[in-house]
């Protein structure tokens, strides 16, 4: 209970005919509700459709069908005082209710990351683990080892016992990836950085009202750069390494399937000196403080057949930023574009939108094909909201002994003549222990 925030349910009533041949009797037949849940300092919303057809009142046959269902091996369900509840069979046969008291899971994890801004695929290989009642209170945690990456968080929903929800979060690649930088649609390889980074965040939320959640975070991002020894240039001057400190504030609101979100971030760099050539025109030393900010909007449609259509349009806006500050499109954060490297497309402002559409068996199966746009304001690079485009795959999908795989895949398709090509590839094998 600590962990939801919302629940709206519409219940739809139909007649359903008499036995006795009496006037037929109103049912609820059709339950259409939204979940909003606090999950990692985040929120998860659950949209869920529920109807029953072919309902009968009495009928004659009751104990033979219902001896009948409960021999199958039909997946059933009952409504119970705690809500809706598995009923399987245990070992006998008999069917019985199962509470399902497991909320923890550890993995196996390995598999595999590229894209053009690495000198190789990096290998993923480690375990993955969560726990939604970490200490039996409530509490959340994941965490990756996988290698050359990790990632973690932690959260707990009901801080203190207050409606506060409370976390933290790291992320970091220890590969260095390629920083960019195009002119007339090709690479100025002598003005290529290699970077590095590490990420986290404390994290604070809480929900006004059962729709509105707001959250504050303050960060610290470690930044590295080095020089790419085969391309760039001698006379060209490296950023100074430094820690951004960041504090940033969000709004989310969550209504009937709608998503509606604004942000502001404020960072400060603990250090920052003149870098590129002499005389470099996108250094400024009072550029060591900046701001990000924008606002989303988000609308998931649930069709028949297991079809789904996600949708969103996404404004992006700056103040104060420079080529190592401003949005970056990689694969990893919250600017991706779908089959863009990182490190390769900036922007100052941008307005992107996103869809996707394909099939999903609950958690069984997921196969969705991609497409994210955007249109890329940077004035350094002579973009006045050009185009740029990418389309892909994202699934997931049941292997054999008890595995998950995970995918996302893309290719740029607009934009190509600006330099932007390559792949995106991201595949991750879980095994369940």
């Given at each position: 209970s600590?962990?939801?925030?919302?629940?709206?349910?519409?219940?739809?009533?139909?007649?359903?005919?008499?036995?006795?041949?009496?006037?037929?009797?109103?049912?609820?037949?059709?339950?259409?509700?939204?979940?909003?849940?606090?999950?990692?300092?985040?929120?998860?919303?659950?949209?869920?459709?529920?109807?029953?057809?072919?309902?009968?009142?009495?009928?004659?046959?009751?104990?033979?069908?219902?001896?009948?269902?409960?021999?199958?091996?039909?997946?059933?369900?009952?409504?119970?005082?705690?809500?809706?509840?598995?009923?399987?069979?245990?070992?006998?046969?008999?069917?019985?209710?199962?509470?399902?008291?497991?909320?923890?899971?550890?993995?196996?994890?390995?598999?595999?990351?590229?894209?053009?801004?690495?000198?190789?695929?990096?290998?993923?290989?480690?375990?993955?683990?969560?726990?939604?009642?970490?200490?039996?209170?409530?509490?959340?945690?994941?965490?990756?080892?996988?290698?050359?990456?990790?990632?973690?968080?932690?959260?707990?929903?009901?801080?203190?016992?207050?409606?506060?929800?409370?976390?933290?979060?790291?992320?970091?690649?220890?590969?260095?990836?390629?920083?960019?930088?195009?002119?007339?649609?090709?690479?100025?390889?002598?003005?290529?950085?290699?970077?590095?980074?590490?990420?986290?965040?404390?994290?604070?939320?809480?929900?006004?009202g059962p729709h509105l959640r707001l959250g504050a975070a303050l960060g610290v991002t470690r930044r590295d750069f080095a020089i790419d020894k085969e391309k760039t240039d001698a006379t060209f001057a490296l950023p100074s390494d430094h820690l951004v400190t960041r504090a940033s504030a969000e709004a989310v609101y969550d209504r009937f399937g709608w998503v509606l979100s604004g942000r502001f971030q404020y960072n400060r760099r603990s250090k920052w000196e003149p870098w590129g050539y002499a005389g470099n025109p996108d250094y400024d030393p009072g550029k060591d403080t900046f701001q990000l900010y924008g606002a989303t909007v988000a609308k998931d449609f649930s069709l028949p057949k297991f079809q789904r259509i996600r949708t969103s349009v996404s404004w992006l806006g700056s103040s104060n930023t420079d080529r190592f500050s401003k949005y970056?499109?990689?694969?990893?954060?919250?600017?991706?574009?779908?089959?863009?490297?990182?490190?390769?497309?900036?922007?100052?402002?941008?307005?992107?939108?996103?869809?996707?559409?394909?099939?999903v068996f609950g958690s069984a199966l997921r196969i969705e094909g991609v497409y994210d746009h955007a249109f890329v304001k940077d004035r350094a690079t002579g973009l006045n909201y050009d185009s740029f485009g990418g389309a892909g795959l994202s699934g997931e999908l049941p292997g054999p002994w008890t595995t998950l795989m995970r995918i996302d895949a893309g290719i740029p398709v607009v934009g190509r003549n600006k330099g932007q090509s390559g792949f995106v590839v991201n595949m991750l094998f879980l095994k369940i222990f």
């Open positions: 600590g962990e939801v925030q919302s629940v709206d349910e519409i219940s739809e009533f139909t007649l359903v005919p008499a036995t006795d041949g009496g006037p037929p009797m109103r049912f609820p037949t059709r339950t259409r509700g939204q979940w909003i849940l606090k999950t990692f300092s985040r929120t998860t919303v659950f949209e869920r459709d529920s109807q029953l057809s072919d309902v009968r009142l009495d009928p004659a046959d009751f104990e033979t069908a219902k001896a009948t269902a409960f021999s199958s091996d039909a997946v059933m369900v009952r409504d119970t005082e705690k809500g809706v509840r598995y009923l399987e069979k245990d070992k006998t046969g008999v069917r019985v209710v199962v509470e399902d008291k497991k909320t923890a899971q550890l993995y196996g994890a390995g598999g595999l990351f590229y894209d053009d801004s690495l000198d190789y695929p990096l290998p993923i290989l480690g375990l993955y683990y969560y726990d939604f009642d970490f200490r039996k209170k409530k509490q959340q945690v994941q965490g990756l080892f996988g290698g050359v990456l990790v990632a973690g968080s932690f959260n707990d929903p009901n801080a203190f016992g207050s409606s506060v929800s409370l976390g933290a979060d790291v992320f970091g690649i220890f590969v260095r990836g390629s920083d960019a930088v195009f002119v007339n649609g090709e690479e100025d390889e002598a003005q290529r950085v290699k970077s590095l980074s590490f990420a986290g965040n404390f994290n604070a939320g809480i929900s006004v970056s499109f990689g694969f990893f954060g919250g600017t991706s574009l779908r089959g863009f490297r990182s490190g390769s497309l900036r922007a100052e402002q941008a307005f992107v939108a996103r869809a996707a559409y394909g099939l």
